[in-house]
Every structure is written in structure tokens, then in C-alpha cells.
């Protein structure tokens, strides 16, 4: 059974960061791309990055490829995200997804945790 569990979301004031934490079980973690998507309320589900086995990145948009940053510890098998300068725009509840089939779609996600950005 797949399970991924998030952490690391809090209510900050902008310009701080946070690191996100996702660890991953029920799958061989090294195999596999994972990646973080964010849903803010109101809003359609927006992509925020992801990481293939090999440790390659991908990031959706410019913004984030500034204040984003993915990686991937495969002996803790965990995912994190680091975002600096968080921005009120950045509210949003984020998600740890794994590709496991490799169709290059979000096969598995987890409960997702709140980061809350405001003064």
C-alpha cells in the first residue's frame, strides 16, 4: 500500500520559508519520480515541481524555479520542498504525488499539508 505523508506546512509571515516534508512508503522510493502540487481554495490544483529517479528537476513555472527548490533523500525515502520568500500568494495546501506506473501522471498523493502565508 502506497502511503505518503506530508509535513512541514505552518502559518508564516512573507518573505519567510519553510520546508516540506514527504515520506514515502509502500513503493521502491528510488525508482520512482515524485513531485509537489499545491491547491489553493477556489482555485484549480497547481503543479509545483517534480524529481525523476536520477535527480532531475522540473519546475512549472519561473516563479517557483526561483523559490522552489525539490529534492529527494532516497535512503529516508523522503521528498522536500524548500520555499524561501513565501508570498501570500503561496497559501495553498500542498500535496506529495508519486508517479508509479511512470505515464508521467500523479498516480498516488497524499493528505496534503497547509502553508499559510500572511501578515
Known amino acids: 500500500q502506497v502511503h505518503l505523508v506530508e509535513s512541514g506546512g505552518a502559518s508564516v509571515q512573507p518573505g519567510e520559508s519553510l520546508r516540506l516534508s514527504c515520506a514515502a512508503s509502500g513503493f521502491t522510493f528510488s525508482a520512482k519520480t515524485l513531485g509537489w502540487y499545491r491547491e489553493a481554495p477556489g482555485k484549480d490544483p497547481e503543479q509545483v515541481a517534480r524529481i525523476t529517479k536520477d535527480g532531475s528537476v522540473t519546475y512549472y513555472s519561473d516563479t517557483m524555479k526561483g523559490r522552489f527548490t525539490i529534492s529527494r533523500d532516497n535512503l529516508k525515502s523522503t521528498v522536500y520542498l524548500q520555499i524561501t520568500n513565501l508570498r501570500p500568494e503561496d497559501t495553498a495546501k500542498y500535496y506529495c504525488?508519486?508517479?508509479?506506473?511512470?505515464?508521467?501522471?500523479?498516480?498516488?498523493w497524499g493528505q496534503g499539508t497547509q502553508v499559510s502565508v500572511s501578515l
Open positions: 504525488a508519486v508517479d508509479i506506473g511512470g505515464s508521467a501522471e500523479w498516480d498516488w
